[in-house]
């Protein structure tokens, strides 16, 4: 039973323009959510956080979007680059230390092809 | 390179045999986990250890058990193995028991023929 749900397996766009990344959750639990990125032959690399007493979090070129209500996230990226082309995953958990810690539930992924 | 060990890199092995991974975390971490990608399931959280006490599970079969070493570092042993068993395993640390500083070794690819 996937949790997450990233619907678009990849993603195109231009060398400066912006790449949005989609992921959709089912499991009102969650309240901690993670984005990571993936090169081929590399594990995952930690990019952003977002817990859900935020809306959003920014870190440089990365920013993360949280809706709550519609139980959506996005990741943009502003202005995308050709080292961006990578698989994103969006990851979610609840966090009750009580229940099952950081659990942390993932997305199939997205590829994102930052063309030149 | 992102400070996290994982050996072997490749694993080929039989049905029903046994196999460990090993990981060792950045130094300074205390928190372990394992993770698990198949091309048809993407990536499963499997097991969280956090200075040597098991803190999260996630979906790990019960051929598979993990644990913590006082040096902290972990050991995923996979037993009874099947052909749906290859896969690539993770192991990621983290200085605490959250996630968001956590940081991926490269990943051991155990085929089961």
């Known amino acids: 039973d996937q949790q997450v749900k990233q619907n678009s397996p990849s993603l195109s766009v231009q060398e400066g323009r912006i790449s949005i990344l989609n992921c959709d959750y089912t499991n009102s639990m969650f309240d901690y959510f993670l984005w990571y990125k993936k090169y081929p032959a590399e594990g995952p690399t930690f990019l952003i956080s977002?817990?859900?007493?935020?809306d959003k979090n920014e870190d440089g070129r990365f920013t993360v979007f949280l809706n709550k209500s519609a139980k959506h996230l996005s990741l943009h990226i502003v202005p995308s680059q050709p080292g961006d082309s990578a698989v994103y995953f969006c990851a979610a958990s609840p966090t009750s230390l009580s229940n099952s810690g950081y659990a942390l539930n993932f997305g199939k992924g997205t590829s994102l092809l930052v063309t030149p | 390179d992102s400070g996290v060990t994982q050996t072997p890199k490749h694993l080929i092995t039989a049905t029903g045999q046994r196999v460990t991974l090993r990981c060792s975390p950045r130094?300074?971490?205390?928190?372990v986990y394992w993770y698990q990608q198949s091309l048809d399931q993407g990536l499963q959280f499997l097991i969280q250890?956090?200075?040597?006490?098991?803190?999260a599970k996630g979906n790990i079969l019960e051929r598979f058990s993990a644990q913590q070493f006082p040096d902290l570092h972990s050991e995923l042993n996979l037993s009874s193995l099947e052909l749906g068993d290859s896969a690539l395993y993770f192991c990621?640390?983290?200085?605490?028991?959250?996630?968001?500083?956590?940081?991926f070794g490269p990943g051991t690819r155990l085929t089961v023929l």
């Open positions: 130094s300074g971490d205390l928190s």
């Open positions: 990621a640390s983290s200085p605490g028991p959250r996630p968001d500083t956590q940081y």
């Open positions: 250890y956090y200075n040597g006490e098991e803190r």
């Open positions: 977002i817990s859900s007493i935020k």
